[in-house]
């Protein structure tokens, strides 16, 4: 065998081996989550064997939205659901102004410790979710020790704490998205809406926000995304009446594993997609802008 060929050999075998690999990998990954989206349709109210087909596990779901009889447990899911859309709605829209904000900021100008603050600003991407958790829960007891004994005004972990620590880490995701989309502006629109007399707000809202939107609302998706499926900072931030969708099925299944649970599982899974996807076109359209 001659050295091309053994060339040829290795080469055709390393890309056979890659493709294997990655087959493997996906199918690690991905495969549990084909199983419980299918058996979620199963009739069966135990995971360990397939009897049949049925949608009566979601039916059940969805009914604790119209029937005052329902499951207590079905009631408790939605009242979980309406905690997270609460804490990620209002965290995307925080960490949305903020994030832009300081996209801005970093962008268009150079100050004392801009530096700083771009290291600052990678810590919650960069640093694992439970340090992040367990700081956040040490910060909000040390304010609320300060406060009462200021005040008299006992605080307690709640909605209003996981929204903050939730906006913590989204603020880092759309100040990285919404720059990138700065970095790639040509300048000289700008100068030439200040040419034109236009001042420093208007052309703003003229010029800059209207190029920089797409950017800005796939980070919000992101952000939305992020804080819907939180479950590590959530754990150690929330308090009584603030359980989040991701904490309820997580009590769920310390007591028994039903095909509710996977219905709800899927349903999670298919709106998370559903933002990430659209996240993904929005800035595919600001690169084809480019």
Avoid: C
Avoid at 166 to 185: E, G, Q, Y
Avoid at 259 to 279: E, G, K, Y
């Amino acid at each position: 065998m001659n050295t091309k060929t053994l060339d040829n050999f290795i080469h055709t075998w390393g890309k056979r081996g890659l493709g294997i690999q990655a087959t493997l990998g996906f199918t690690f990954l991905y495969l549990p989550i084909l199983i419980l989206i299918i058996y979620s349709f199963n009739a069966s109210r135990f995971n360990a064997n397939w009897t049949g087909f049925t949608l009566k596990w979601y039916q059940k779901l969805f009914s604790g939205l119209t029937e005052s009889t329902a499951d207590i447990s079905t009631q408790n899911l939605w009242g979980s659901l309406q905690n997270s859309l609460i804490i990620a709605i209002g965290s995307t829209l925080i960490a949305t102004l903020l994030g832009t904000m300081m996209a801005l900021a970093l962008e268009r100008f150079r100050f004392p410790g801009s530096k700083f603050l771009e290291a600052l600003l990678l810590l919650p991407i960069i640093i694992p979710e439970i340090t992040l958790g367990v700081s956040l829960l040490v910060f909000f007891t040390l304010v609320f020790r300060i406060l009462e004994n200021l005040t008299g005004i006992r605080l307690t972990l709640g909605l209003p704490s996981v929204i903050i620590s939730h906006a913590t880490f989204s603020i880092a995701f759309i100040t990285v998205t919404v720059r990138a989309r700065l970095a790639d502006l040509d300048p000289a629109l700008e100068e030439a809406a200040l040419d034109l007399g236009a001042n420093e707000w208007k052309t703003f809202w003229r010029v800059t926000f209207p190029l920089i939107f797409p950017a800005t609302l796939s980070g919000a998706l992101l952000a939305f995304t992020l804080s819907l499926d939180d479950f590590v900072v959530t754990f150690f931030t929330t308090g009584v009446g603030a359980t989040t969708l991701p904490l309820f099925v997580y009590g769920m299944i310390k007591l028994s594993i039903t095909p509710v649970i996977n219905a709800i599982s899927t349903l999670m899974l298919l709106a998370s997609l559903l933002f990430v996807i659209s996240s993904l076109k929005l800035q595919d359209k600001v690169t084809v802008k480019n």
